[in-house]
């Protein structure tokens, strides 16, 4: 963990994508929180500790009750509107974590009508904005992840071109390249969570005994540990290869998606093997495996749900089959 490092480019990852997957992969274990294993990834990510916003999208799109919108005042921009946490879990991207403890930057992203560009919707804008500008209207009680706080936020500031990320109306570009990155974060963290479960379990049955000895003897618990491990070994490899192909600038959104579709299941059933082999204990607060089941949930949902992950994995496997189908001929 020591050896994370960052840079001060906005917008830019720079630091290696296979140590910032080992740090929400390793992080998770106790004593490290979660929320702090997360707000590590980011400052490896972004360079700086910020979040990204997806605000929904307003019209025939996605019929979320949002309003943003970015309108040119000769050369200075109004952003304005407001997003809500749960309406960015909604529409499959990073919820708006850590809102209260952000540092200088907040990176928005402005999806909205530009009357005077006249293209349309699918077309916004990112801008980075300071956090004095935006108001935190509400912290959401979450099933998990309660050490990553969740917020609900406003916005209503006139921002300076310079404060323009990329360039003009291209911030839906923005937005998808940082999600083919981001998925292999959340997928990093699933496995996490999915190790510490099996670390507490394995541990679990070995020392606890019934009819005169440990409950890693008996077959029933021996094939959920072989389960787990193989899953996870499993996950992780997927993990790293797709970190391997995006530090080495390669296509990656197929294997990002395989990686968090995988990893984020893996995760949501071994947590709960792990609760079936503490039994009872597993269900109280006693042992941290309950945490990590409700933990494990949102690894299915923020960044894209299972159901978009399988859309992307689908349709990069069509596509690449109708350009080699086109190459041959």
């Known amino acids: 963990m020591a050896n994370v490092t960052a840079t001060a480019d906005v917008g830019r990852a720079t630091a290696a994508d296979i140590q910032t997957a080992s740090v929400f992969d390793v992080g998770i274990n106790d004593p490290l929180p979660l929320g702090q294993a997360l707000m590590l990834g980011f400052q490896n990510i972004f360079g ?9 999208i307003t019209g025939q799109v996605l019929h979320l009750s949002v309003e943003q919108t970015a309108h040119l005042y000769g050369m200075t921009f109004l952003v304005s509107g407001f997003v809500t946490a749960c309406q960015a879990l909604l529409i499959l991207k990073l919820p708006i974590v850590h809102g209260p403890y952000v540092g200088s930057f907040t990176a928005l992203l402005a999806l909205g009508q530009i009357p005077d560009a006249g293209l349309g919707l699918a077309f916004g804008s990112a801008f980075v904005v300071d956090t004095d500008q935006v108001t935190i209207t509400r912290t959401e009680e979450k099933l998990g ?56 379990a394995l541990r679990y049955a070995q020392e606890r005994h019934a009819f005169g000895h440990p409950i890693a003897d008996f077959q029933a618990i021996q094939h959920k540990l072989a389960n787990m491990s193989m899953e996870i070994d499993a996950a992780r490899l997927l ?32 947590t709960a093997e792990a609760i079936q082999v503490l039994g009872g204990y597993g269900y109280t607060k006693e042992f941290p495996v309950e945490r990590y089941y409700r933990d494990a949930k949102v690894t299915e949902i923020y960044e894209g749900t299972s159901e978009i992950q399988r859309l992307v994995i689908a349709r990069s496997i069509l596509h690449g089959a109708e350009r080699r189908a086109r190459t041959q001929a």
């Open 239 to 270: 993990v790293y290869r797709a970190a391997w192909l995006k530090d080495n600038g390669r296509e990656h959104t197929e294997a990002g998606a395989k990686a968090k579709l995988f990893a984020s299941e893996m995760a949501r059933r071994q």
């Open 48 to 56: 700086m500790i910020g979040m990204f916003v997806f605000p929904g």
């Open 145 to 200: 992840l309660n050490s990553s706080a969740t917020n609900d936020i406003a916005v209503d500031s006139l921002v300076d071109p310079d404060r323009l990320l990329g360039e003009l109306h291209h911030g839906f570009r923005i937005a998808m390249s940082t999600l083919d990155g981001g998925r292999i974060g959340i997928a990093a963290q699933a496995v996490g969570i999915a190790q510490a479960a099996y670390d507490v």
